[in-house]
């Protein structure tokens, strides 16, 4: 604590001078105290010090602080253990050139002082030093592969409607840019490329209003638990509520009995409380299955049902309460050969009503066909389980987006100038 600095024996003071002489951010409640009026004169008198400043002479107040400094120290009765030092970037070595010199001099001052007992050593040089970084090695396979946690973030460079404009079913054509990792992106036709979605703005939005934390303030957390899937994803710097809501929290889809569950336990309201239990119960299969599964009420619509309870639910708690967002799978519909690059996926966006007559869209679908060029898409592979001939001929049926795999055979079977046609050139994928 910087007042009891009256109480220390020994202190080495090393500090930077900022804008024009100030101190720097981490300085000023000790520069504040040290510069007080009313200390007493010979408050440091059991002080030995030492100032080493770092500081830039092209500056007109060249290290104005450390000189300050030591003159202040001096003032109030310090002892000096070491001249002061003032370190130059202008210096033709940069500031260790008296950097090096000045810690020499200091060393030496300490063992004067505190002699080396005869048989001890000096320890090396990394012992006793708390380390600030901790690495760890990977397994090998994050090196070569992407996956659910690390997924590669592809760039959207295509987002265009396929379906005639009066037919009902909105299908698009995503195509991702994938050309910085061909090699680690090998696919062949009837593979899967598996994608992150993000919840949409509004949705995000609507969820933040229910819980009673600030969306954007900075927040840093860690897993407990090293082994949870759900959480090794998540990000390790630091965050904001709206990002995990974004990224990470399944709000939109239905929830399961443990989220009743799990949500009455915040409950300070007792209705709210009574309801909650009541479907949380294995018992209750009845009321959760006509409250929930059957009109398909979201997360997100039950917590604005129960909004009392919905404000109590504390953070730390988010990522239980919540499920994390799935992946979904696509069938990769570009071929590997003539889209080298690229990766192409026919997504057929979600849309309908429940019972009730509520609009629904599906997440991840309507979240691709939101994208703009040079958005942001993480994706991983996965091994399909199609396989095509690569010379017999082949009749191949799919119902609607079920033609995505098959127009990735096609385009790789054409793809060596074999020609192919298309009944309606015009409306062909
Ligand atoms: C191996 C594999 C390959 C796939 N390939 C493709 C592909 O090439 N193209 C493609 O578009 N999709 C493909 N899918 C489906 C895709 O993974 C997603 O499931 C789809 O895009 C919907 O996701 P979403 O997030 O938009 O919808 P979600 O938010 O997950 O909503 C979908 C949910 O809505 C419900 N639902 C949908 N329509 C109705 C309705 N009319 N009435 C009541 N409930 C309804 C469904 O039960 C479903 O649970 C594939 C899936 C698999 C497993
Ligand atoms: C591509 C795909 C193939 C599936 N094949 C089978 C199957 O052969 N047999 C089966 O019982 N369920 C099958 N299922 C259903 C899954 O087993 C089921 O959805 C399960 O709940 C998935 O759990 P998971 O998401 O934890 O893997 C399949 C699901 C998908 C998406």
Same mark, same amino acid.
């Given at each position: ?5 009256? /109480? ?9 001078? #900022? &804008? ?28 030995? @010090?030492?100032?080493?400043?770092? &500081?830039?002479? !092209? ?16 003032? $109030? ?25 000045? =810690?020499?001099? $200091?060393?030496?001052?300490?063992? =004067? ?24 090695? $990977?397994?090998?396979?994050?090196? *070569?592969? @992407? =996956? ?14 396929? #379906? ?31 994608? %992150? ?39 390790? %710097?630091? #965050? ?6 974004? /990224? ?9 009995? +443990? @989220?009743?569950? *799990?949500? !009455?336990?915040? =409950? ?16 209750? #299969? ?17 917590? %604005?049902?129960?909004? *009392? ?16 967002? %799935? ?6 519909? !570009? ?20 019972? $009730? ?26 091994? &399909? &389980?199609?396989? @095509? ?32 046609? +298309? ?5 062909? *994928?």
């Amino acid at each position: 604590l910087v007042k009891d600095l009256v /109480n220390e024996e020994m202190v080495v003071f090393v500090c930077s001078t #900022t &804008g024009q002489g100030e101190p720097p951010d981490n300085m000023k409640r000790f520069w504040k105290f040290i510069m007080r009026k009313n200390l007493p004169v010979t408050c440091l008198s059991g002080l030995k @010090f030492g100032v080493l400043g770092l &500081g830039d002479s !092209s500056y007109a107040k060249y290290n104005f602080i450390a000189k300050k400094l030591f003159r202040r120290l001096q003032n $109030l009765g310090g002892e000096i253990l070491v001249p002061l030092g003032l370190a130059d970037d202008q210096h033709e070595w940069g500031c260790d050139a008296v950097v090096d010199e000045w =810690s020499r001099g $200091l060393w030496q001052k300490l063992i =004067s002082i505190y002699p080396i007992k005869d048989g001890v050593r000096s320890a090396p040089l990394d012992s006793g030093i708390p380390y600030k970084f901790i690495f760890c090695y $990977l397994p090998a396979a994050n090196h *070569l592969e @992407f =996956s659910k946690k690390n997924p590669y973030l592809a760039a959207l460079t295509g987002n265009q409607r396929v #379906t005639a404009t009066e037919h009902f079913q909105d299908t698009r054509l995503i195509s991702l840019d994938i050309s910085a990792v061909v090699d680690k992106m090998r696919y062949e036709p009837g593979d899967v490329v598996m994608v %992150q979605p993000r919840n949409l703005p509004h949705n995000v939005n609507a969820l933040l209003e229910l819980l009673p934390y600030k969306p954007d303030m900075l927040i840093t957390f860690h897993s407990l638990d090293d082994d949870d899937d759900s959480t090794t994803s998540l990000p390790k %710097q630091a #965050t904001t509520l709206r990002e995990i809501a974004t /990224n990470y929290l399944d709000f939109m889809s239905v929830p399961r009995r +443990c @989220f009743f569950q *799990l949500l !009455s336990h915040f =409950s300070t309201d007792e209705n709210e409380k009574e309801k909650l239990v009541e479907l949380g119960q294995p018992e209750g #299969t009845d009321e959760r299955y006509s409250y929930a599964n059957r009109p398909r009420r979201t997360i997100l619509e039950v917590l %604005q049902d129960f909004h *009392l309870t919905a404000s109590k639910i504390s953070l730390e708690r988010i990522f239980d309460i919540f499920p994390p967002i %799935q992946p979904r799978a696509f069938s990769i519909a !570009s071929s590997p050969t003539r889209h080298r690059g690229k990766l192409q996926i026919l997504v057929a966006v979600v849309r309908y009503k429940t019972r $009730l007559q509520l609009p629904r869209q599906g997440v991840c679908s309507t979240w691709l066909a939101s994208l703009q060029p040079n958005d942001r898409v993480p994706v991983w592979l996965k091994r &399909g &389980g199609i396989r @095509f001939p690569a010379k017999q001929h082949c009749i191949l049926i799919g119902p609607g987006t079920g033609i995505a795999p098959f127009r990735s055979a096609a385009h790789e079977r054409t793809s060596n100038g074999n020609a192919g046609r +298309c009944r309606t050139r015009d409306k062909g *994928l």
